[in-house]
């Protein structure tokens, strides 16, 4: 994967090709799906091709933009610190979703013994990927806060499941005693009827945060970069394309984020050990 997306990067610029990824925080299927409408949009938009380049784990897509194997990457908070500490500063976050300026985390479990973090000692627990923001980290930064829980001395076991989805394919069969995932695609899950709310539940809901945001890297020319912010704040829940998008995306809107709103993410991942 590396290797092609190096060679790839080299003829990134002479075939005026925009190439974008994401982290994995669910199903690949799932990714593409979301993916499709917007890159054609934002090929629309920016004058050039765009395409979407898949990586196999939150490393690699830190590793890909870092690099300037691709052009732009969608980043939870806890990545974006990564890459920006990886590139020594050289990534620009440019936009984010309404949602993602107050994003939050839930705890699930299918245990009708847990009722509360508190609960949670002694027993087995999934997160997501471990460079997830609001699958691990913040999580993690809450059971400290909150309730004084280290997962790595408190739980009986700690997993990582490695997608939000797959967390709540964990908890719901049983695999694990609770879960901590994205808020959003748990109101997915519900809305879409795809978890049996009489079996699973949610215990906790964290406080807000920042989270996921659209970053590219420095070299990406100024003028680019003020179109792909002009492109994503002007869909229009009201137009069929960008209903569509904006839906696939979760979000109400697109608004301007910038590095500085990541400082409180940055700070729980030194506090807990997470950034190297």
């Not at 890159?39 to 890909?64: F, I, N, Q, R």
């Not at 979703?97 to 009708?112: G, H, L, Q, Y």
């Not at 997608?163 to 069969?173: F, G, L, N, Q």
């Amino acid at each position: 994967m590396t290797c092609a997306m190096i060679g790839l990067a080299g003829l990134a610029h002479a075939e005026q090709v925009f190439r974008v990824t994401a982290i994995p925080d669910e199903s690949p299927t799932e990714l593409a799906r979301k993916a499709a409408p917007l890159m054609k949009y934002l090929s629309d938009k920016l004058g050039m091709k765009v395409e979407y380049t898949p990586v196999t784990d939150y490393a690699a897509s830190v590793e890909a933009l870092a690099n300037k194997q691709v052009d732009m990457a969608w980043f939870g908070g806890f990545t974006f610190v990564q890459a920006n500490v990886r590139s020594n500063g050289q990534v620009i976050p440019l936009i984010q979703r309404a949602e993602d300026e107050k994003f939050k985390s839930v705890f699930i479990t299918s245990n009708p013994n847990i009722k509360s973090l508190d609960d949670l000692k002694g027993k087995s627990v999934s997160f997501g990927s471990a460079s997830s923001t609001s699958g691990h980290l913040m999580p993690r930064s809450f059971l400290s806060t909150v309730a004084k829980i280290d997962p790595d001395k408190d739980f009986k076991r700690v997993s990582f499941s490695g997608a939000h989805d797959a967390t709540i394919a964990a908890v719901s069969a049983g695999k694990v005693d609770a879960g901590a995932l994205n808020i959003s695609v748990w109101e997915k899950f519900v809305a879409d009827k795809k978890v049996d709310t009489d079996k699973v539940r949610v215990i906790y809901t964290t406080p807000a945060y920042y989270d996921y945001n659209w970053t590219v890297h420095s070299g990406v020319p100024a003028e680019t970069r003020k179109k792909i912010v002009d492109a994503f704040l002007a869909l229009d829940p009201s137009t069929p394309q960008g209903k569509e998008i904006l839906e696939l995306q979760r979000a109400s809107k697109f608004i301007p984020t910038k590095t500085e709103n990541y400082a409180g993410i940055e700070s729980a991942a030194r506090a807990a050990g997470l950034l190297k």
